[in-house]
């Protein structure tokens, strides 16, 4: 039986707060629709079951963090003492910053509390919306919203 801690990818993002995987799970068609157009994909693709998972977004495929931390026999960079490394950088913006600011976290809460403390942190200060971490905008009551 799969838990949220199973979501925990090897770089240290929660993939409840990942928009791939938020917009598939949650079949929300205009995220959905913004995906698709900034990676040049059908609605259709746009889809996930999590970073560990066999059914992963088309990205995965330039992941450099999963055949690293399998190589160091780790589950992940929030137990490497090489952290933040090479593999971070080049990343798109959001997922950096994600990454960034979740090792830490993650090591401080560890892996069983990391999910909760990770879907607190994206929610929309004005009304407690769901948000993943390339918002910038709450889909609900549409204020502006700066997470990291």
Not at 71 to 81: F, I, N, S
Not at 89 to 113: K, N, T
Request: with cysteine; proline share 6%; hydrophobic share 35%.
């Amino acid at each position: 039986m799969e838990t949220k801690a199973d979501l925990v990818a090897p770089c240290g993002i929660y993939c409840g707060i990942c928009p791939v995987y938020i917009a598939d799970k949650g079949n929300i068609e205009s995220l959905k629709e913004g995906i698709a157009a900034a990676f040049s994909v059908s609605v259709g693709e746009v889809w996930c079951d999590g970073c560990r998972s066999g059914r992963v977004f088309l990205t995965d495929a330039d992941c450099t963090v999963k055949p690293c931390v399998a190589a160091k026999g780790l589950a992940g960079c929030y137990e490497c003492d090489e952290f933040p490394c090479h593999n971070i950088e080049g990343r798109l913006e959001p997922v950096r910053r994600a990454i960034l600011r979740s090792v830490p976290a993650l090591r401080e809460v560890g892996i069983e509390g990391f999910p909760a403390h990770e879907e607190a942190h994206y929610r929309c200060p004005h009304c407690g919306c769901r948000l993943h971490m390339a918002a910038r905008q709450c889909p609900d009551c549409q204020s502006a919203v700066e997470l990291d």
